[in-house]
């Protein structure tokens, strides 16, 4: 098509964010990290030329823990992989549509990873979810990219005018005659709740923040955060391996969120749970909600999924999830990387996926696809998405039907970054009354 893309040139660049305060995930604690950025040019079948861009924080401690590797060596080899991929795509040959470019390419994804392990003698062999890290702010430039190139936002890029294959191609005979544009709003959903994150080593009462905690005139306790932004969807940090904790950590939250709520005039409050894969087996989760419900059944009743609860080898820790789901939904996100693990989840009894820009744009619209024609849920969760990866996420959110928003914490750990951004995109970077607007996302490319 003449709509399709040839790529002239992938430059990426990295620069070290340090967090305004720890973020305690199941296996670590991050306090700084590398934000990745990468720049495609890009002409069409028309000789247009056009320039598009992705960034993503190279998140070692999610994408790729380890007992035996420093954060200093994994940092590095994603580094790594994500300069090797950007040049394996520079030099695809032809034109083509972004989705069949990545298409054409994950494979090799993995086989990158694998290639720089070797390279650098690691200990530990990069793992496929680091690699997925690393390759998906180039993809996320070529869908900007194209649709700048032919003047039409990205997500208006997806049906028969402008894809030469239908979904069949990726999805299987199901999917003959559908489009990925099938299954997408035609206009950003106007207003968006967001997620605010409460982490295992977040305070919870402005009374216990001290001198320790950061000056500079942002919130700090939860109290404080309901106070300003009037959030009231709360993604909670466990730690899965310590019962009581959780419980009593779980019901200390929707206390304090409940209290600073109402003095707003708002009852409304939702609860996500996630154990970063702690948990030994679903029964610790099963245990955990029974006894919740017992001791708080407002915060039972205000919990409207779990994420990823258990290790995120599908293969290996193969638990059937069935039962679990029946009291809660249950989304997998780890151990999501690929079409073939999607229908894995699916077969254990997974009530959906946890989709991240951060493994792939062109892999999360085949998921909504899946999804929507499949019956299965999906929430938008970001990976501390600041500055463009942030309003590529919030787009995201927008033109799909995610399970209550969209997941926003950069505010809380690092505000600054891509800061020029935030001027012209006040009105989504602001949180009021628990929800960023979208009206600022152009009608060009992804929007930024």
């Known amino acids: 098509m003449l709509s399709d893309i040839g790529i002239k040139r992938i430059e990426v660049s990295f620069k070290e964010e340090k967090f305004r305060v720890p973020l305690m995930f199941g296996t670590g604690v991050i306090e700084s990290i590398t934000l990745m950025t990468a720049k495609a040019i890009v002409e069409n079948g028309k000789g247009k030329a056009a320039e598009g861009y992705g960034n993503i924080l190279l998140s070692d401690i999610w994408g790729f823990p380890s007992d035996c590797l420093s954060h200093e060596e994994r940092d590095r080899a994603m580094r790594q992989v994500g300069i090797e991929y950007a040049g394996l795509v520079e030099n695809f040959s032809g034109r083509a549509h972004p989705i069949d470019i990545y298409w054409e390419t994950k494979d090799d994804i993995g086989k990158v990873a694998v290639s720089i392990s070797q390279k650098l003698k690691l200990k530990e062999e990069v793992p496929l979810l680091a690699a997925l890290v690393c390759s998906s702010p180039v993809d996320a430039a070529l869908h900007d990219a194209f649709g700048k190139v032919n003047e039409i936002s990205t997500y208006d890029c997806y049906g028969h005018e402008f894809m030469a294959k239908d979904l069949s191609c990726y999805l299987g005979p199901r999917y003959k005659g559908r489009y990925i544009s099938h299954y997408l709003g035609k206009e950003y959903t106007p207003s968006l709740p967001i997620w605010h994150l409460v982490g295992g080593m977040d305070k919870l009462k402005e009374d216990e923040v001290d001198d320790s905690d950061p000056k500079d005139g942002l919130p700090v306790s939860l109290e404080e955060w309901i106070r300003r932004d009037g959030i009231f969807c709360l993604k909670i940090k466990l730690k899965g391996t310590d019962l009581r904790w959780d419980i009593e950590r779980t019901k200390k939250i929707a206390e304090v969120a409940r209290n600073c709520l109402e003095r707003t005039g708002n009852s409304e409050i939702y609860f996500s749970i996630d154990t970063n894969e702690q948990c030994e087996n679903p029964d610790y989760v099963i245990e955990y909600l029974r006894c919740l419900e017992r001791e708080d059944a407002a915060a ?96 995201l959110a927008g033109r799909t039907n995610p399970i209550k928003g969209v997941e926003y914490n950069s505010r809380q750990y690092i505000p600054w970054a891509n800061e020029e951004m935030q001027g012209e995109h006040e009105s989504l970077f602001r949180v009021r009354e628990g929800m960023v607007l979208t009206e600022s996302i152009g009608k060009i490319g992804l929007g930024y």
């Not at 994420?307 to 009291?327: G, N, V, W, Y």
């Not at 249950?330 to 077969?347: M, P, Q, R, S, Y």
């Not at 909504?368 to 996420?393: F, K």
Request: hydrophobic letters at 40%.
């Open 300 to 395: 039972f009743q205000s919990l409207l999924y779990v994420e990823q609860p258990t290790e995120r080898d599908l293969d290996c820790h193969s638990f059937d999830m069935r039962k679990l789901a029946s009291i809660k939904p249950v989304l997998a996100d780890e151990g999501i990387t690929g079409l073939n693990k999607f229908e894995l989840a699916k077969e254990l009894g997974w009530s959906g996926v946890a989709l991240k820009t951060c493994k792939g744009h062109s892999s999360a619209l085949l998921y909504v696809a899946r999804c929507e024609e499949e019956g299965m849920l999906y929430s938008v969760q970001d990976l501390t998405n600041p500055g463009l990866s942030l309003i590529h996420s919030v787009g």
